[in-house]
């Protein structure tokens, strides 16, 4: 009954390699999200999208790549991975509109060695 | 001046203790608020919406002062279960949400 999921839960990969977390929602939402939680525990939004359209791309390097096959999926992929990719990285949902809190999934864990 | 501002804290207090945080945000369009409670190595889960006359949810309730553009989460009776880190979250308009970096709570016993 998880309302947001997302895997894998955890990653560790070497640097220069491509990797991708997926996401999926059963809220009926018209609206996800892709938040990046740093070391110093920063929530900050990397991308958000409306019914499959991209709507916020915050200052996220090129290499990160998010697609949406569905309102239900965002997906992120990231090319080239680098040290400072290392973070947890949340997937979200919400209604659309103001007053509509996120909903978030449990995080993947992303190791760069 | 940051969007979001919060206390780190951390805030050490026993249980049964009533505790404040305090926010403020820089954005005067800013509509909606929220806070969220996230547990060590866990998501970020709402704790409540915050409305412009104030409201209770139990032990927790939320002030908005929009002149001084702050917000503010008190806590009554402390539980160990309380211990978390608690963001204050604002919503500028139709934009996405703006997440403060989170005040520590440890409830001692």
């Known amino acids: 009954d998880t309302a947001v999921s997302q895997t894998p839960k955890y990653l560790v990969t070497q640097m220069g390699n491509d990797k991708s977390i997926k996401c999926e929602q059963n809220?009926?939402?018209?609206?996800m999200y892709w938040y990046k939680q740093d070391s110093k525990k920063f929530l900050k939004i990397m991308f958000s999208?409306?019914?499959?359209?991209?709507?916020i791309n915050e200052t996220v390097p090129n290499r990160f790549s998010p697609k949406s096959p569905d309102k239900a999926h965002l997906n992120l992929h990231i090319n080239s991975l680098e040290l400072g990719d290392s973070a947890v990285y949340f997937c979200?949902?919400?209604?659309?509109?103001?007053?509509?809190?996120?909903?978030f999934g449990d995080g993947t864990r992303l190791s760069i060695l | 001046r940051k969007e979001v501002e919060q206390d780190p804290g951390p805030f050490n207090v026993p249980e049964g203790a009533t505790v404040a945080f305090n926010c403020t945000y820089s954005?005067?369009?800013?509509?909606?608020f929220f806070w969220y409670r996230q547990d060590c190595r866990k998501e970020p889960k709402l704790l409540m919406s915050?409305?412009?006359s104030g409201n209770e949810d139990g032990r927790f309730t939320a002030q908005l002062n929009r002149a001084s553009q702050y917000i503010s989460l008190l806590i009554r009776d402390s539980k160990l279960s309380d211990s978390a880190t608690y963001l204050c979250?604002?919503?500028?308009?139709?934009?996405?949400?703006?997440f403060g970096k989170g005040t520590r709570l440890s409830v001692i016993a």
């Open positions: 979200a949902s919400s209604q659309v509109g103001q007053n509509q809190p996120q909903h």
């Open positions: 809220l009926g939402h018209d609206t």
């Open positions: 999208y409306n019914n499959k359209e991209l709507i």
């Open positions: 954005n005067s369009a800013s509509q909606s």
């Open positions: 915050v409305y412009s």
């Open positions: 979250v604002v919503q500028p308009g139709n934009t996405p949400l703006v």
